[in-house]
């Protein structure tokens, strides 16, 4: 039986006499964007009189999730609310329930709710816990401030996940991430309402998970750095508290170095293994042919099953190389005697040992592409890191999935990118059926280039993006609003201690080595990491390379990059006669001297220094923008030779330098080509203007400088 809560907050002041909120087109900061929202007249006001209470059969996380709500709310409208104990409440927050929640959180728990705020009043009503937990994140969200008054307007929201599975991996094994750092993810994770933490929680370049049945696998493949069980459980309740699921990885046949560093006779071939350094695919793999290797997974894993709660064990399962297996006389052999044709068969043979063993300890199996082979037990489930075509087979074949490729954060995509990936395309054509198999997704954030200093602004605020992804209707797609309701809801993430934006300044401060730093701060917030998997190549990198250059500062998407296109794009919209270029050019007229106050502050820093060709480019593009705004103004094209000169300029901007591109110059392009194509532009109307550039840049201009 479902268990049903009502949740009422109930103030005692009322809305401003006459004070309205339009109708219901008007826009909301909310992320997740909820299914349906409705406003209503009036609001309700917040002052000290505001307090939340409880009664009836609470659950512990509605009742820690209500103290979480009071303190926040203190913090936003400072307000020091009245007393949270009921007897001294003027208003009160009414907990009524039949039924406490489940024990161990499951991914078919209903997560939905409704929310009504009134002149008078706020409602809460959700059929379980985790309903609630949603609803007051949504709820926290929707508090303003005018004139120094809290309030909060009157709506009506009918919300619930479109997925049940909606996650965010964290890999502590390429380089280490403290139990601090897990738990501030846990607490941003819970604002945008994601519910399951992937702990990858082995791989070649470590075992981070202290086993006492099995010592050697932490003690010698850990270099010391280890989750205790004690933390482990700490973590557990700290993410349950927030209705968050925790789902461990221990990666197996292959990246399984951490594996035999400590225990060499899991191996297909004799050792000794030492621990990797580096990043790529490796060798080494257990052995699936020895009943002994699956002994000592069946006390391994029925230790974890009994330390972690959850159905679901992770084994990893990808990029298992044959190397060792071909090697070794005693596999080529097994897979003789067995019908056994290639590495794929028995690795296929070893995923069915490994479910046999997780069933017996009460566990369901998730495992990458990999694993995937129709004779595979139904109970199986499988994350696609190759794409939403390997999920529908997966769907189509009746196992449950959720998809990872699209939503690789540590490959520094746009949050665009991210957001306009989905689970199911609109191009889908899975049967109703097979739709079913779709759990959600997880955003995966890799460890190669992310430190306990860096890890949030590689995560916040573009995992808030591909949160919206899995819980909004699939109809919410509008990249601009996104983008807006994302710097609102990035403020919501400081506010539960997400460092997303906090490290920025004092990274910059050590670069300048006590120098002034808004010069450098000018070029950081106008450069980007280069994308994908660029920088492992562009750099030799081990797990004990530092992490404090300008492109670890640097964020993953430059928002001043993306204002200046959106500038340009409103320049170009306008009527002739109302165009203003004026912030334009003061933009690009500081883009053009900056250089002169950056570059003896860089000459002097050994870490920044390798950004001074940046800094001469970014002054270059201002310099050449400045001279396409006159181009446009007066209505003729330039000549020839500041054609070539431009392109000069552009093609030097488009190399990346330092692992670093010149997210100014997409903006830039933009505007020379409409220096050189103006008099074409002037046959046109103001609003084709935008729609012309952009197709003629696609068709011609380099990538670099697509809209």
Known sequence: MKLALALTLVALSSAAPGWSLPGSTETHDLMPAPERVEWQQGRLGLDTRFSIASRGATDERVDAALLRTLTRLEARTGLRLAPRDRAHAHAIMVLEAREPGLPVQAVSEDESYELTVTPRQVRLAAPNPLGILRGLETFLQLVRLENGRAFVPAVRIVDGPRFPWRGLLVDPCRRWQPIEVIKRALDAMAAVKLDVLHWHLSDDQGFRMESKAFPRLHQAASDGLFYTQDQVRDVIAHARLRGIRVVPEFDMPGHATSWLVGYPELGSVPG???????????????????????????????????????????????EVTPRQWNASPAAL???????????????????????????????????????????????VVVQSWRGAASLARAADLGFDGILSNGYYLDLMSPAS??????????????????????????????????????????????????????????QVRDVEDMYRRLEA????????????????????????????????????????????????????????????????????????????????????????????????????????????????????????AEARSLSRDLSALGEVGLQALEAV?????????????????????????????????????????????????????????????????KQTAPSSVEP
Not at 439 to 460: H, K, N, Q, Y
Not at 566 to 583: E, G
């Open 272 to 318: 000794p293994f030492t621990l990797v350094r580096q990043w790529g695919i490796f060798d080494a793999a257990l052995d699936p042919t020895r009943d002994e290797v699956y002994a000592f997974l069946d006390g391994f894993l029925g230790e974890m099953a009994g330390l972690f709660p959850d159905a679901y064990l992770h084994i990893g399962g990808d």
């Open 333 to 379: 052999d097994f897979a003789y005697r067995n019908g056994l044709t290639d590495a794929a068969d028995l690795q296929a043979h070893f995923n069915h040992r490994v479910n046999e063993i997780l069933a017996r300890h009460g566990k369901r199996m998730v495992g990458w592409d990999e694993i995937l082979r129709p004779e595979l037990s139904k109970d």
């Open 417 to 474: 990118f991210h957001y306009l990936n989905d689970p199911i395309p609109l191009s889908s054509t899975l049967s109703p059926d097979a739709r079913k198999h779709v759990l959600g997704g997880e955003a995966c954030m890799w460890g190669e280039f992310v430190s306990p200093e860096t890890i949030d602004s590689r995560l916040w605020p573009r995992a808030a993006a591909i949160a919206e992804r899995f819980w909004s209707p699939a």
């Open 489 to 608: 809801v990035s403020g919501h993430l400081e506010a539960v201690g997400a460092q997303h934006r906090a490290n920025y300044a004092p990274m910059l401060r050590r670069l300048t080595g006590g120098q002034p730093t808004e010069p450098l701060q000018l070029l950081a917030d106008l450069v980007e990491p280069v994308k994908g998997y660029t920088r492992g190549e562009m750099r030799a990198y081990t797990s004990e390379t530092p992490l404090d250059r300008l492109v670890d500062a640097a964020r993953p998407e430059s928002p001043a990059a993306r204002r200046f296109r959106s500038a340009v794009n409103d320049l170009f919209a306008a009527a002739t006669a109302a165009r203003n270029d004026r912030p334009l050019r003061e933009v690009l007229g500081r883009w053009r001297d900056n250089h002169g106050l950056l570059d003896p502050v860089l000459a002097t820093s050994p870490l920044a």
């Open 633 to 697: 103004a007066s209505g003729h094209a330039p000549p020839r030779a500041w054609r070539e000169q431009a392109e000069r300029v552009l093609e030097r901007a488009q190399k990346p330098r330092a692992e670093l591109e010149l997210a100014a110059l997409p903006g830039v392009g933009k505007l020379v080509l409409a220096a050189l194509e103006v008099e074409t532009l002037q046959t046109l109307p103001p609003g084709e203007w935008n729609p012309w550039l952009d197709a003629r840049l």
